[in-house]
């Protein structure tokens, strides 16, 4: 089973910085997803990924299949962005379909 | 609008009743999930159906049954419920096993 760590798990930021959170995974896999979580309300995907780069307004999600390693990064973070991300992955072997999930990272932006 | 649709939202159940979670997508996705996320854990897999008519257990399927009626629709059943099972429910459709995730907006059910 793949074990996902995230990191940091609480970051506090002004608004505009550049925010960083860091994903890394114990086995191969076929996919990475990033998603977003607002308080209360439901999951919506921002990113699934099996190498390189993506980008999506001020998000940009990269990975790095030999380090096990993904990152996603916010430019000029804004108050909106508060949200907990999560890091999952899919399992390039055999058994159960699904995801694994990190436990979220809760990010708030402060104006 | 397209997506995955879960009743109820909330849900209040006193310890031994029993419940029917319904999840439907509109999306033509082959494959659909069942998830609950508790404090402090990452999303667990309960149940998971890769196409119609199949089924298979998770990470965490005790003290639930699952139902693939047709190719939109995957319900979630709590025979009898307890307090353990207190959590936020998440149904997932995707397209295949390598597709991208969609997921309903949840149900936070209270087990008393």
């Known amino acids: 089973k793949n074990e996902v760590e995230q990191s940091p798990q609480n970051l506090t930021a002004q608004e505009g910085e550049f925010i960083t959170i860091n994903c890394s995974y114990s086995?191969?896999?076929?996919?990475l997803h990033w998603l977003q979580q607002h308080p209360g309300g439901g999951i919506v995907s921002l990113f699934m990924l099996s190498s390189g780069k993506k980008k999506h307004g001020r998000l940009i999600a990269t990975i790095n299949i030999q380090e096990k390693h993904s990152s996603l990064h916010i430019t000029a973070s804004h108050p909106r962005d508060s949200a907990v991300y999560i890091c999952?992955?899919?399992?390039?072997?055999?058994?159960?379909?699904?995801?694994?999930f990190g436990k979220g990272t809760h990010l708030i932006i402060q104006p | 609008n397209a997506g995955v649709t879960q009743t109820p939202k909330f849900q209040v159940l006193k310890t031994g009743q029993s419940m029917t979670l319904q999840c439907a997508q509109d999306?033509?996705?082959?494959?659909m999930y069942w998830y609950r996320q508790d404090p402090g854990m990452g999303l667990r897999l309960i149940y998971y159906?890769?196409?119609?008519?199949?089924?298979d257990k998770g990470e965490v399927p005790n003290g639930y049954n699952v139902s693939r009626l047709n190719k939109r629709e995957f319900s979630l059943r709590l025979e009898s419920a307890a307090p353990s099972q207190t959590s936020v429910y998440f149904c997932?459709?995707?397209?295949?096993?390598?597709?991208?995730?969609?997921f309903g907006s949840g149900t936070r059910l209270t087990v008393v």
């Open positions: 159906s890769a196409s119609e008519g199949t089924t």
């Open positions: 999306m033509n996705h082959n494959s």
């Open positions: 086995v191969g896999i076929s996919a």
């Open positions: 999952a992955v899919r399992d390039s072997g055999g058994g159960a379909d699904g995801l694994t």
């Open positions: 997932a459709s995707s397209t295949r096993r390598e597709g991208g995730y969609t």
